[in-house]
């Protein structure tokens, strides 16, 4: 019986492809005992007594030894952490664009950069209008608004001829301020 070609390639394909990977594996494998050789040779033949420095092993681990190496400990680390910085980065560029602003570009895994946000007056303004909290939290708070929203409740009350006692959390102060009287 003669099988169609298709059948026959996806036969042969899948050993193919393992076999060229378990080559490349060997191959990476060699390369690293040679260098591994190579290193703590190129070392002795310096007067060193051949002791490899604290905390170093030129011999990479073997493909099935098991433990994790201190450089392969450290790599999971900075990747971990890399992943926390970026996290709450996309969590503050999506508070920025619920508060209808653009957020400025950055690199993946860096933090957002409050200094280039500092520099970026209508994000500034933006963030202080519509988010305070944020805008807080990224050191860029003004409190120009807050102030506006005092004074606007300051001139109703005062159009409205209120004379009294006026909230001090209002103002921003912990006690109530005195109201000048409003006519003659």
Do not use: W
Not at 21 to 42: K, N, P
Not at 101 to 129: C, E, F, H, M
Request: aromatic fraction near 4%.
């Amino acid at each position: 019986m003669v099988m169609p070609y298709n059948s026959t390639k996806s036969a042969v394909l899948p050993r193919t492809i393992k076999a060229h990977l378990l080559l490349a594996e060997l191959q990476a494998e060699a390369r690293a005992e040679r260098f591994s050789e190579s290193f703590i040779h190129h070392f002795a033949d310096d007067g060193a007594t051949g002791a490899e420095p604290s905390g170093f092993s030129a011999i990479p681990p073997r493909a099935g030894g098991g433990g994790m190496t201190d450089l392969d400990v450290q790599i999971d680390a900075a990747h971990r952490q890399a992943q926390e910085i970026e996290n709450q980065a996309r969590q503050v560029e999506a508070r920025i664009i619920k508060a209808g602003a653009t957020p400025l570009t950055r690199q993946y895994g860096r933090p957002v950069d409050t200094a280039a946000i500092k520099q970026n007056l209508t994000l500034v303004s933006v963030l202080n209008r519509r988010d305070p909290a944020l805008a807080s939290f990224l050191g860029v708070q003004t409190g120009d608004y807050i102030r506006q929203a005092e004074e606007r409740a300051t001139r109703e009350l005062q159009a409205q001829g209120c004379d009294g006692l006026l909230l001090g959390a209002l103002h921003g102060h912990g006690t109530d301020a005195q109201l000048e009287p409003s006519g003659p």
